[in-house]
């Protein structure tokens, strides 16, 4: 079983950056796709951005031009910069791991990202 332990959230002023990782347990080209989602309170888990096995990315429109999703394979770890926080953007943040064959579906803890005005 894969464990995804996710870390760098915290407290950022508006404009501000961050820098998310997630640390696989495992290889993360076992998996389809991995991706970062966020959870503001009282609202849905969302896509953020996620990265396929061969390299496609794909980010939410309210991201696109800020938030860069990224992988080190001989780290196992997966990346989301965050660049040009805004409040809208405080959530915690959920790194997944998706494999469709055998199917496999993975959350980490998440990570706190709050961003003031």
């Known amino acids: 079983q894969v464990q995804l332990v996710e870390s760098g959230g915290g407290l950022v002023q508006a404009g501000g950056s961050l820098r998310l990782s997630c640390a696989a347990s495992?290889?993360?080209?076992?998996?389809?796709?991995m991706g970062w989602y966020g959870q503001a309170p009282g609202k849905q888990r969302d896509l953020v951005a996620h990265?396929?096995?061969?390299?496609?990315?794909n980010y939410a429109d309210s991201v696109k031009g800020r938030f860069t999703i990224s992988r080190d394979s001989a780290k196992n770890t997966v990346y989301l910069q965050m660049n040009s926080l805004k409040p809208a953007d405080t959530a915690v943040y959920y790194c997944n791991a998706l494999r469709w064959a055998p199917s496999y579906n993975c959350w980490g803890q998440g990570t706190q990202v709050t961003v003031s005005s």
């Open positions: 495992g290889n993360i080209f076992s998996f389809n796709v």
């Open positions: 990265i396929t096995r061969g390299g496609s990315i």
